[in-house]
């Protein structure tokens, strides 16, 4: 009756002279040959942007059939033996690959050995913010200041108290599936986007390029360029966000100590099995699409004595090291056999509330979990020893890295080790969302005592810096509410970051508030609102920025200029106001 | 004056969140048993807290339920713009055959399970357009005030992902589609007539089962 009732509402009469057409050649060349068992089969297709189940047979033949044998025209043996020679039929034309569209293009081998799946994100942004006089002057010389020409000078960031500009935050490109079998993944992901504060326009880069392994889920292997496991901020995807931008304490305390995405490889276990995962990671330490080979420092043919230009030994150079004979800047790859070694360790108390900000799929059950990850990046050059300290010769790719997630208080102090902590803790519950974590950095300094920035003629130590660099601590907490499940969510957030604990005055404290609008019940497309209140102390020493700045050779000018960049100080406000529209399809 | 609006603000997004968490309560339904599920069908009870109280349980034969929900067909609503330009597409049914004898047997213990507050929710399932990612999904829920038996169908055919998070790009959530609206129809459409109480659509149950002669499960 069932069967009978789905055929009046799929045959339509047009079709049904095409079917008897279909069932007389059917019935007079393949019934008589093969005796087999009927099947009741089909399958799913994507019509229009409707799923719907298609029988393997055409209803039309098949109704004939079926009449034909409750008319004893047929014998049951003769009717069962066409519609599976129909079947086997319409399986061997039917094409070897499907393509569909659900979140995103699809295109897939009929045996599912091979999956390729093509998506686009756009974040487009409207920023209107409000900026008192500090950020005109001194502005901020110290957390992220701008680092211009082939020495990477020091700029301080600086602008007028008003703006309001569109932005392209993030325009992304994404290529992923499986290749072999559904266990052996990749993932893609360029992207296209300009920096907010940028000089040049973007252009694409290889941001993710990675294989998964998940045949054994006790021992997922991932290799190649990505975020690394080691914090909840980071981990969590700037699609599913709860604000239109991290907290700035989020970027700071990165694995690396550079940037949130590295080059290595990380054993971990599948985190919706096991109520207690793991992550294992091995890096370079030298962030996206580089490599320890780049790090250089300058050193003379003789071991252990600072290099410089041609006829120039820099000051202080060591009793005993020759004169230079020709030009040994930054000509000697050290530090090229340190590695990053990071590590993850979370317990999903109840449920997997996952790394999604916000509880967006209004989790029926509480959702608990809390980890903590610990990396060790040792070997990072922020500058070199040969007395060009300030106004360092040290890889610009590294100092630019710091500088770009606010770690600039750190340059210029040599190579340090940074090992991090992260502690966090996440809960979900029927649309209500608390998460937070606590960050520390040990910033261990490989030379020791205080480095001197003047000298005299005679080569002697003349101003040293008037304190040493400190080590960095910073948390947040963020909670969100959806008023309307699903759909209307509304978020706050305060962070706290002290970018160096020997400094005063620096401390950078940030609110934020956001109301978040998800029409269709996925974090693909949003509209958010965003209030950003910071406020960020200029305080403390930073070396090349602060007083007394480092000259070299003696009685020359610091290329920075001879007032240093806080010379006048105060607190850094900005209120912000981010309109931001995410499109991903 | 900026620390002040930092400290101010900060106090009043306090407030704030501890309002809204303090009256915040759940205002969709949840899962508060569940009856059976496999790779075929999940059948589990849903408390609504909006719904006015059924006569649950209700003791119902599968041959019975099974005559009722083959009477019902359905059209997906369009949304407004689309739905002065939209060709009208025939009625589908909602179940086929063998989908039907899969969960009307469970419907039939859900419904002698609930509490008057609770409704049965089915999720009728199949392999996905890609199987290792996705399945595929017809869902809604079933509900007896007598006479009435309601239908509410949420998913035809959706595809749900498999994970809470992408299979990829491990970092990204993977969220089950929001519920469509249907509009649903009855055959005979004499006994589809709208409840008195709370004015949605509904068989008239027991008057339906006079009439018709039950459907065989042969």
């Not at chain 1, 608990?368 to 300030?390: C, E, H, K, Q, R």
């Not at chain 1, 080790?417 to 974590?437: C, H, I, M, W």
Request: with cysteine.
């Amino acid at each position: 009756m069932g069967r009978a009732a789905s055929w009046d509402s799929i045959a339509r009469p047009c079709r049904l002279i095409h079917g008897i057409i279909v069932v007389i050649g059917i019935i007079c060349t393949v019934i008589p040959v093969v005796s087999a068992h009927a099947v009741e089969s089909g399958k799913l297709i994507e019509k229009d942007g409707q799923y719907v189940f298609v029988e393997s047979m055409d209803p039309a033949t098949r109704l004939l059939l079926e009449r034909a044998y409750e008319k004893g025209i047929i014998s049951q043996e003769e009717r069962d033996k066409a519609i599976k020679e129909s079947e086997t039929r319409a399986y061997l034309m039917q094409p070897s690959f499907k393509l569909w569209y659900d979140r995103g293009f699809n295109f897939s081998m009929n045996d599912n050995a091979f999956l390729l799946k093509i998506r686009g994100r756009l974040q487009l942004r409207e920023t209107t913010r409000w900026r008192n006089d500090a950020w005109r002057n001194p502005g901020d010389a110290k957390n992220f200041p701008e680092l211009l020409g082939v020495f990477g000078d020091y700029r301080a960031n600086r602008s007028d108290d008003f703006a309001s500009q569109f932005n392209l935050r993030r325009a992304r490109l994404l290529f992923m599936g499986h290749l072999l079998s559904p266990d052996f993944k990749y993932f893609l992901q360029l992207g296209f986007e300009t920096a907010e504060n940028a000089q040049t326009p973007g252009s694409a880069n290889l941001l993710d390029y990675y294989f998964l392994s998940t045949h054994f889920p006790l021992f997922n292997v991932q290799l190649g360029q990505y975020k690394v496991f080691f914090n909840r901020s980071q981990i969590n995807n700037t699609a599913s966000m709860q604000f239109a931008e991290r907290a700035l304490v989020m970027d700071a305390f990165t694995a690396n100590g550079l940037n949130r995405r590295d080059i290595g490889l990380t054993i971990m276990n599948d985190d919706e099995i096991y109520p207690v995962n793991y992550y294992l990671g091995i890096f370079n330490g030298a962030g996206p699409l580089f490599n320890r080979y780049g790090t250089y420092n300058s050193e003379e043919a003789t071991a252990g004595c600072p290099g410089g230009q041609t006829g120039g030994n820099p000051f202080p150079s060591p009793a005993g090291c020759p004169a230079n004979t020709r030009n040994l800047n930054a000509n000697f790859r050290d530090e090229i056999d340190k590695l990053m070694y990071a590590g993850r360790l979370q317990w999903n108390i109840m449920g997997r509330p996952g790394y999604g900000e916000g509880d967006l799929a209004y989790s029926e059950m509480p959702q608990m979990a809390v980890g903590g990850g610990l990396a060790y990046n040792p070997g990072i050059n922020t500058s070199t020893d040969n007395a060009f300290i300030g106004i360092d010769l040290a890889n610009l790719n590294f100092r630019r890295q710091l500088a770009t997630f606010g770690n600039a208080r750190q340059l210029g102090w040599g190579v340090v080790n940074y090992t991090t902590y992260a502690f966090d803790g996440v809960f979900k519950y029927r649309g209500f969302s608390l998460q937070g974590e606590w960050y520390f950095k040990n910033i261990e300094r490989t030379f020791k005592g205080s480095p001197c920035l003047q000298f005299n003629a005679a080569g002697a130590c003349t101003a040293v810096t008037p304190q040493l660099m400190g080590n960095a601590t910073g948390w947040y907490v963020q909670s969100g509410y959806y008023l309307i499940p699903r759909k209307l969510e509304v978020a706050a957030r305060y962070a706290y970051w002290d970018p160096d604990t020997n400094a005063a005055g620096d401390l950078v404290k940030q609110v934020d508030a956001s109301l978040n609008w998800f029409p269709f019940g996925t974090y693909d497309y949003q509209l958010m609102l965003t209030y950003t209140n910071l406020a960020m102390g200029t305080g403390g020493y930073a070396i090349g920025r602060s007083a007394p700045l480092p000259t070299q050779p003696p009685g020359a000018v610091n290329p920075s200029g001879t007032v240093p960049l806080d010379a006048r100080g105060g607190t850094l406000i900005e209120n912000a106001l981010r309109v931001q529209l995410q499109i991903f399809f | 004056m900026f620390r002040h609006l930092v400290s101010s603000s900060g106090l009043l997004l306090c407030i704030l969140m501890g309002g809204v968490i303090a009256v915040g309560c759940a205002r969709l339904p949840y899962t508060t048993t569940v009856v059976h599920e496999d790779r075929r069908v999940i059948v589990s009870l849903q408390r609504d807290p909006d719904a006015v109280p059924f006569t649950h349980p209700v003791q119902l034969q599968a041959d019975d339920l099974t005559a009722v929900l083959s009477g019902f067909s359905f059209r997906e609503k369009q949304r407004l713009p689309l739905r002065w330009f939209a060709e009208e597409m025939p009625p589908k049914k909602i179940f086929r055959s063998d989908e039907m004898q899969a969960v009307v047997p469970l419907l039939v213990e859900g419904l002698g399970k609930a509490a008057p507050d609770e409704r049965v929710y089915f999720q009728v399932l199949a392999p996905g357009m890609n199987p290792a990612a996705e399945r595929d999904t017809t869902a809604g829920w079933i509900a007896v005030r007598e006479p009435y038996l309601h239908l509410v169908l949420e998913h035809y055919h959706a595809q749900f992902p498999v994970r809470k998070s992408e299979q990829w790009d491990l970092r990204y959530p993977a969220t089950p589609p929001l519920p469509k609206t249907y509009m649903l129809y009855f055959e005979p459409g004499r006994f589809w007539e709208t409840e008195p109480e709370g004015g949605r659509q509904a068989v008239q149950l027991r008057e339906f089962l006079k009439a018709v002669i039950p459907a065989s499960p042969k």
